[in-house]
């Protein structure tokens, strides 16, 4: 299997963020409704197999002048090499997680995302 097969078969039955099985937390469920709306990085993510609403971790670290601050985090994903890029709202980093638990997932993907409130 490739590292997009993978990374689906992974998260396949991993709960979508805002939603009763996962948090219904306003920051949550904002953050869900808007990172959808960055079609170019849904794509991308949907390239490497993982959905940005089944991160494991979502967190609105701030709110600045009309603007929520999220970073988002898979702690395990397959991936290929590291990398960085930006799409629009959105800064997505693939890069090796040292502290991994299982040597066949050594990569972390981090969403850093601004949204209009």
Known sequence: MN????NEQFYAKRELVG???HCLCEDCIFYAEQIMKNNTLVEFL???GLDPRKADEVWC???KDGYKHYTIDFFEVY??????HTFGNAKITFYVN????????PYVCTIDAVFKM
């Open 61 to 63: 670290y701030m709110e």
């Open 46 to 48: 949907h390239t490497k």
């Open 79 to 84: 991936a290929d090499k590291e990398e960085t």
């Open 19 to 21: 939603t009763v099985d």
């Open 3 to 6: 590292t997009k097969q993978l």
């Open 98 to 105: 040292i502290y991994a638990e299982k040597e066949q997932l």
